[in-house]
């Protein structure tokens, strides 16, 4: 140790930084892309909603909605509004990727960190591409449609829609600035086409660069008169400097979601820089508390996303154990996208997907309840068994759960434990129709969970007041 200058110490300390840097970069990125991924297949396109169109060429001329139309636009819009929602996120993540390799220094922006910010690029400018692609979608559909236009700005208390959320959206689409921004993204992309070709060696990236061939044809027929020349002057200075022109050019694209940021949290309900109510003390005094098996339902106060779902729980995640129990019951755990993040506790459903996750990461939240399953060990560890079987599965944002190729979180748990155990004792779930899909919502899993007595609830947190609540 001795041999070892401070200026050597100094310089490894450095290294295994940065490149735990890259790492956590590259780890973000890659579960960035699986959300967008997720979106893609579910974002409503013109061909699937046919009935929907027609139902608003009647309204029209009716002069008024019926109950069943009305039904059938609110699904379409909801699902539309809880997908652009996750685009935005997805947007934000993404910007502080690009803002943790801004904070490295210029020595460390070699070809492997040109490679991350390039990958952080394709999904960035797919996301907001997306974005207003499907915002175009939705406004070609109502724009010229009074009727309809009216309907999508009512407020609807049912899914905490605010009034006139339709012309925000409109207003925002039709931007000049917006465009800017994208053309300015565009012309990038057709700079550094060749270094973003070659990212497709991986093949989730290579799903994501065809995603964004079609977007780029897309939005190259979308171009409107009013790009200048003076635009395409600002636009050829890319040219000057890979990173200088990367940072300009996600600095604007990234600034797309500027408007909407504020959207991600519901006005009123926390004051500003208020932090999550679940601390560290909190799960301190949770963790001696929990079992491989209990269901986690939690709830972030302020999320946007419950504005898209039944009731006041929305969220629902696996404990697996720490790796002590897991070893103990036998469990083996796939080799994780997130193996880097530290102790993994949950098998939860994001928009990135089914992933093994940390309980800082499950439990970021402001309430949760705890239900705990009464079954005998070996079943237990067989439906445990079962649902880490679906580990790296995308997310669901259909919410069909017919199909299991894609989970929502709540079909973690159902899919884990429906039909394990024997006669009157089996774990049972029914599937209850929400906008037309037969599916669970978090809601359902608790009644059907306590009531059945497959479940017991264990404990509470946040829901009467800031204080853990234990009951069994």
Known sequence: MGDVSLTELLYRANTSRVKNDLGSADIAIQRAALSVSAVAEAMPMRSQ???????????????????????????????????????????????????????????????????IRLRAFVVGFLAAAMLMRAATFIVDLVAHRSVVRKKLDEPEPRYGIPAKSFATIYKSLGSHRSMWRFMSALRFYKLNGRDIAALAENPLMEDLIDLLVKEVKYMQCSKRGHLSRKLLYRIYSLKRRHVS??????????????????????????????????????????????????????RHEDAMSNLFLPGYWPHAALYIGDAQERDQMGLRLPKPLNEGMGGLHFLEAKKD?????????????DAFMVLRPQLRR??????????????????????????????????????TYHGIGEDADRVCFELKRHSGRPCISAEDLIKQALESGSFIKLAD????????RIFS
């Not at 996600?250 to 500003?272: D, H, I, N, T, Y």
């Not at 997907?353 to 939240?365: A, D, K, M, S, W």
């Not at 237990?380 to 997310?395: D, F, N, V």
């Open 353 to 365: 997907g089914v992933l093994l996750r940390p309980i800082e990461e499950t439990l970021h939240v």
């Open 378 to 415: 070996e079943l237990l560890i067989e439906a445990l068994s079962r649902g880490l079987t679906h580990e790296g599965k995308m997310y669901d944002f259909m919410f069909d759960f017919r199909q299991a190729n894609r989970l929502a979180c709540t079909e973690v748990i159902y899919r």
């Open 461 to 468: 947190f946040g829901v009467e007041a800031d204080a853990l």
């Open 49 to 115: 909603v046919q009935q929907e169109m027609a139902d608003a060429v009647a309204a029209q001329k009716r002069g008024y909605f019926l109950p069943d139309e009305d039904e059938r636009l609110r699904d379409v819009y909801v699902r539309y509004l809880s997908l652009r929602h996750t685009l935005i996120e997805v947007i934000g993540e993404i910007q502080g990727v690009i803002d943790a390799l801004d904070r490295m220094g210029e020595d460390q922006q070699d070809q492997k960190t040109w490679q």
């Open 245 to 298: 022109g990367y940072k300009k050019v996600m600095f604007q694209l990234l600034k797309l979601s500027g408007r909407v940021v504020s959207e991600m949290k519901q006005p009123f309900v926390k004051s500003a820089g208020e932090g999550k109510r679940v601390d560290a003390t909190v799960l301190a005094e949770l963790k001696p508390l929990l079992r491989a098996g209990d269901v986690l339902i939690t």
